[in-house]
């Protein structure tokens, strides 16, 4: 398994466990999320801890936006945390830093998480 989800307060976080995530890990993760999903109530944010991700293909780019949709289906909003810097740049160039919140550290995140 490439996902591990757990609540926080107003949170619900999915922690990727995968230093890559092309099109296999992409597809296991979505079905993940579509699981985690189907009777997820009561969060305010989503937050994706990409701790372990150093590389991600246009396969875990359209992941991430897939994750943000079912988000935003239940009013979530969507925090990208501990982003390594390399995958912050590859994530700004595609712009999707105006999609997502990116955090890479603590502080950032609880700032983002209004904590």
Known sequence: MFIRFAPDADAFVASIHAPTISQRESEIISAAFEDAFADL?????????????????????????????????RKMKVVLANVASELEQLLRMVKLDKVFKICTNEKQLNKALKR
């Open 41 to 73: 109530r009561g969060f305010k944010w989503l937050v994706i801890d990409m701790k372990e991700v150093t590389f991600m293909s246009s396969m875990g780019i359209g992941m991430l936006v897939d994750a943000r949709s079912r988000a935003a289906g």
